[in-house]
């Protein structure tokens, strides 16, 4: 590893357990939805449109590190399930806008209430008031770690 010198062990160690806890809880937290009919790339641009607003297929493609081709594809299917809409774009009519249907929201909605009440329910079940409060407090040093 060509490591930035003068790292100290523990930042290195934090810096591991932190980039596989947070991958693994992501894997398990998405999958606390359950949708059988969506893909996970098909969420995401859900997710992604929901909290964006309208958008186009170029950026929701640059936000999401997939070719246009492929997103086109992905809004197409999201398209033909009711669950998005494509208008003109009022400033360039070369453009086409995609947003949510009320249909769309609704299952954004309801997967995010289900991953909420997952994670919500492991931290219940699986850990005591005072490492809850240690969840709180580290991902508050986390949260941190964002801004710059």
Same mark, same amino acid.
């Given at each position: 590893m060509s490591g930035k010198p003068g790292l100290s062990p523990s930042a290195l160690q934090a810096s591991r357990e932190v980039r596989a806890v947070?991958?693994?809880l992501r894997r398990r937290i998405l999958n606390a /939805?359950? *949708?059988?009919?969506?893909?996970?790339? @098909?969420?995401s641009v859900l997710a992604r *449109?929901?909290?964006?607003?309208?958008?186009t297929a170029s950026e929701l493609a640059a936000t999401e590190g997939v070719r246009h081709q492929s997103m086109t594809a992905t809004v197409a299917s999201? %398209? /033909?399930?009711?669950? *998005?809409?494509r208008s003109p774009d009022p400033d360039d009519g070369r453009r086409l806008l995609i947003a949510l249907t009320a249909e769309g929201r609704r299952r *954004?909605?309801?997967? !995010? @209430? %289900? !991953?909420?009440?997952?994670? %919500?329910?492991q931290l219940q079940d699986r850990c005591t008031e005072a490492e809850r409060r240690a969840v709180i407090a580290a991902m508050a040093v986390l949260e941190r770690l964002t801004h710059d």
């Open positions: 947070i991958s693994r /939805a359950e *949708v059988e009919d969506l893909t996970l790339g @098909q969420a *449109v929901s909290d964006k607003g309208d958008v999201l %398209a /033909a399930a009711g669950l *998005v809409e *954004v909605e309801e997967g !995010r @209430q %289900a !991953r909420t009440e997952w994670l %919500a329910g």
